[in-house]
């Protein structure tokens, strides 16, 4: 069996043998591409959600502190399968790139073309530059311990900051109503949504904001906190699921 | 045509198999499975009918009928093209007798049922004031309220005005058909910021959105590309568990990690510098409560007094009997004219009202009768049998009210004089089903 294989008798595949091997690569790289946009975007989609879907649910407090906290979920598990099985640190950004995928065609087709949103009220967060540290991390250090906290922690703090270039225009005040609202909030109130009023925003909700206004880096650190100890339970989870020993009998 | 030889049990026979026979059977099946899956197609797209209602029958009839009581919703069209503005205003009453299970309206959101933003809402008034967010109802209180929206896109749609109450769920006002005419390519939304800044809503943003999202994107496709060029799963596991670990990942491969580890960070912390100098005003969302006192009293207004004694729904008879202790305060002759629960309409034939108010209530035109039509005097108190019934009780499904835990009606009852001053009072009582 290939794991009772030493340095010494090591021979690397030739010829057919390794044809197939790379065919059996793009195989589950194509599967791994589909299962993971469809579910992470799931996982995503109903653990995250409103956080993500709607322009006006972005704020300072909620979402840096849940969207990271649930995202780093599948890519810790993923890393655990791919870092420990095959070397390889790409779990995290492959995950992150598929839930990407998955949610900008859901934004197009589900909510612009099916039910006529548009397309920038409804744009996703990207977690891609906190995916691409984690899996750099991880092949770096080769540690769990290390990537948990130095790694979860870098994929919390980034994240909002990394949004910003998107989702900063979007907080520009605008007068209405007698009343000082964002651009997102005008989105909210003008874009006629039945099942979606305007006090079931979990946004703006807590104590957070009593260190003098500055509720967003509260968030990311208690986000960072938080993430240390999701990516364990998750790369914990990977490894639980996960199965290598098909391989063995190559 | 094909021959073909087979040995069976030993014998020897010759079978012919004639192809095309055999396919154009294959055809004729196929086509008739076709068919037959046109059939059913053709039926069911023949008898598709557009959606014409929003789940408003099927919430419980108490909530319907103690929570937001309606009236006197108007729209001021019902056709226009893409960019013009239709308004809906009208009144509504929030009930005193609020059911127990049913959350009290400490945040309530004033919308419009659509299928999706088919309009977009421009302005909203509770009151007279201008108000984005939600607010607060006081029950006992009296509203009118007006939203302004705007035809984005064409199509006909079926719309109400309803609210969503914290934690209670929707409960829909009257609703009408709206015809939206134009082009869709026509629709314009812009607004202005605080500095003067004109947005176009439909476009604001997303360009800045697909090139960040398309900058990172790239950045992790590069990633990805240069671990998935070499071979992976089978034979990395062969070389792990040799214990060649040290040329999975290359001293090149760990240059690129450091890099990675250093120049995210600074690209994410420039790029984030950069948007903050950009929009220095920027503001957090904004998520207050609006504060909105209801008008002096409309419903219950001290004019004409109303106790409701006793309430018995007739189930063979679809009728509600309502025993009511009136004392007119008024100094003119009042009349019954209308009562109004859930949004259904019974009016009294005997005392035809000054004017029809809502746009598209539920109407019973002959559906109230009273044991004594004569006009209740000045000053007069009197015991009146009124009686509503009508078939709608059961079509709206507000005969389920038998069936709630809740079983209490709640509505609003409207006196008109002789020179057709109008009066509202509610009413509530336990409903006793008789059922023969």
């Known amino acids: 069996m290939s794991a009772n294989l030493s340095t010494r008798n090591f021979r690397p595949y030739t010829g057919e043998k390794a044809r197939i091997a790379r065919a059996y690569d793009y195989l589950v790289l194509v599967l791994a591409l589909f299962l993971f946009i469809g579910s992470f975007h799931l996982h995503f989609a109903l653990t995250v959600g409103d956080w993500d879907f709607w322009v006006d649910w972005k704020d300072r407090q909620w979402w840096p502190l849940v969207t990271p906290l649930i995202g780093i979920t599948f890519p810790a598990a993923v890393q655990a399968v791919l870092w420990t099985n095959f070397r390889l640190p790409l779990g995290a950004t492959l995950c992150v790139a598929c839930l990407s995928i998955g949610t900008w065609i859901a934004r197009v087709f589900a909510y612009h073309y099916w039910n006529y949103f548009p397309i920038n009220m409804v744009m996703p967060s990207t977690m891609l530059p906190s995916a691409l540290f984690l899996d750099a991390v991880l092949m770096l250090s080769n540690s769990l311990t290390i990537t948990a906290i130095f790694g979860g922690s870098a994929f919390a703090l980034l994240f909002y900051p990394s949004n910003w270039p998107i989702f900063g225009m979007f907080h520009l005040p605008v007068e209405a109503g007698n009343s000082q609202l964002t651009v997102a909030d005008m989105f909210g109130f003008q874009y006629i949504r039945t099942g979606m009023p305007e006090y079931l925003r979990i946004i703006e909700r807590g104590t957070l904001r009593t260190y003098g206004q500055i509720a967003t880096p509260l968030s990311a650190f208690c986000s960072a906190l938080l993430c240390t100890l999701m990516y364990t339970l998750w790369w914990h989870i990977g490894k639980w699921f996960a199965t290598t020993r098909y391989l063995n009998r190559i | 045509m094909k021959t073909t030889t087979q040995n069976n049990m030993g014998e020897n026979f010759v079978k012919t198999i004639d192809f095309p026979k055999v396919i154009k059977k294959q055809q004729d099946t196929l086509l008739n499975f076709l068919f037959f899956l046109g059939m059913i197609f053709s039926v069911y797209m023949l008898t598709i009918q557009p959606v014409s209602a929003h789940g408003e029958k099927n919430l419980e009839p108490y909530v319907r009928m103690r929570t937001i009581q309606w009236y006197d919703v108007q729209w001021s069209k019902q056709q226009f093209n893409v960019n013009d503005e239709v308004s809906v205003t009208g009144k509504f009453h929030v009930a005193e007798d609020w059911p127990i299970s049913v959350p009290k309206p400490d945040a309530a959101f004033l919308n419009i049922s659509t299928p999706g933003p088919v309009m977009i809402r421009t302005e909203r008034y509770l009151n ?15 509203y009118d309220f007006k939203v302004v929206l705007k035809g984005r896109l064409p199509g006909r749609y079926h719309i109400h005005p309803f609210f969503n109450l914290i934690d209670a769920g929707q409960v829909m006002g009257p609703g009408v058909w709206l015809d939206i005419g ?38 992790a496709t590069a990633w990805l590309l240069w671990w998935v060029r070499r071979p992976l799963f089978i034979a990395r ?16 491969d760990r240059n690129i990690g450091k890099a990675i580890l250093v120049g995210v960070p600074v690209l994410v912390f420039v790029f984030y510098t950069m948007t903050v100098n950009e929009y220095p005003k920027a503001i957090p969302l904004q998520a207050s409560l609006d504060q909105i006192l209801p008008l002096s009293a409309k419903v219950n207004a001290g004019v004409v007094e109303v106790d409701t004694l006793r309430a018995e729904y007739r189930v063979p008879e679809r009728a509600m009997k309502l025993s009511l202790k009136i004392k007119n305060g008024s100094d003119k002759p009042i009349q019954i004219g ?22 598209d209530g539920v109407v019973a035109a002959e559906g109230l009768s009273l044991d004594n039509p004569t006009p209740i005097q000045p000053g007069e108190q009197r015991t009146v049998l009124m009686t509503a019934g009508d078939a709608l009780w059961e079509s709206e499904k507000l005969d389920g009210l038998i069936n709630d835990a809740d079983s209490r009606i ?11 001053e109008r009066y509202v009072s509610s009413v509530t009582a336990a409903v006793i089903p008789k059922f023969n």
Not at chain 2, 128 to 142: C, F, H, I, R, T
Not at chain 2, 195 to 216: P, V
Not at chain 2, 237 to 252: F, I, K, N, Q, S
């Open chain 2, 128 to 142: 007279g004031k201008p108000y984005m967010n939600s607010v607060a109802l006081q029950p006992g209180g009296d």
């Open chain 2, 237 to 252: 596991y062969r070389m792990l568990h040799a214990g060649m670990e040290e040329e999975l990942v290359t001293p090149l």
């Open chain 2, 182 to 219: 134009g082009d869709e390519a026509d629709f314009t939304n812009d607004i202005q910021t605080i500095n003067g800044k004109s947005i176009n809503m439909e476009t604001y943003g997303l360009a800045n959105g697909i090139f960040w999202h398309s900058f990172w994107a790239l950045l």
């Open chain 2, 410 to 420: 709640g509505g609003l009852i409207f006196f008109y004089d002789t020179e057709g």
């Open chain 2, 338 to 359: 209308e009562f109004a629960t859930g949004s259904v309409h019974f009016l009294n034939k005997a005392a035809p009202l000054p004017q029809q108010n809502d746009a």
